[in-house]
């Protein structure tokens, strides 16, 4: 299988403090996205980066992309109870295939 | 307009019968996708569109029936479902090198 794996699986926080999640892929990619998903909708795109591209801010949110170790992560910073969701990595290999990750499982506590 | 439209948002379909799901966008993407994604579970791929040509099918079986009648439009067609596959359906659209645009999804229940 070329999903990614992500940890940890579920981070429960208190409203204010920044939260971590981590991704792990094993193919070459173009990009590396980040999604959102409140419980049983559909996925919000957060934030792309491309596989030439170390970090990239976008509000509140930080990602971070290592291409020699397959590896990203997502930082939230002050987290709020409306972050609580499941987050998602996608990589984007060829032919517009995007795989997504395991998935982190992020509760705020207000 | 740049939501992707997913219809019914619920479903409820016996073994035997014949039903689609439909997928809407008009924000000019020319790929398209359908996933499956089950309780807990990452989305996982099942065709993908581009330019109104399938350009994967990642092994689904023929029970699932994907169409494009045009740049706009996916549909999923199903027949002779099993309780298996009760699932979220998931469509989504991009342009080539930005985020992907998901729809809202199908609660498919198979009964």
């Known amino acids: 299988s070329q999903q990614g794996e992500e940890d940890p699986q579920a981070l429960s926080i208190q409203e204010g403090e920044n939260a971590t999640m981590n991704c792990s892929y094993k193919t070459s990619i173009n990009n590396l996205q980040w999604y959102r998903q409140n419980s049983g909708r559909g996925l919000v795109h957060l934030i792309l980066?491309?596989?030439?591209?170390r970090e990239k801010h976008s509000g509140r949110l930080r990602v971070t992309l290592d291409t020699s170790k397959k590896s990203s992560s997502l930082l939230i910073t002050a987290s709020r109870a409306a972050d609580t969701a499941s987050y998602f990595c996608?990589?984007?290999?060829?032919?517009?295939?995007?795989?997504f990750g395991t998935g982190t499982k992020l509760q705020v506590i207000p | 307009d740049t939501e992707v439209t997913q219809t019914p948002k619920h479903l409820v379909m016996g073994m035997t019968n014949k039903k689609s799901l439909k997928c809407e966008q008009h924000?000019?993407?020319?790929?398209m996708y359908w996933y499956k994604q089950k309780a807990k579970k990452p989305p996982e791929l099942m065709f993908v569109y581009s330019y109104e040509k399938l350009s994967i099918n990642e092994s689904v079986p023929s029970r699932f029936s994907p169409e494009c009648p045009n740049s706009s439009l996916l549909n999923l067609h199903l027949h002779a479902l099993q309780p298996e596959d009760s699932a979220l359906y998931l469509c989504?659209?991009?342009?080539?090198?930005?985020?992907?645009?998901f729809g809202s999804g199908t609660r498919l229940t198979v009964v």
């Open positions: 980066i491309r596989s030439n591209e």
């Open positions: 989504a659209s991009s342009q080539e090198g930005f985020g992907y645009t």
């Open positions: 924000m000019g993407h020319r790929a």
């Open positions: 996608a990589t984007v290999g060829g032919y517009q295939k995007v795989t």
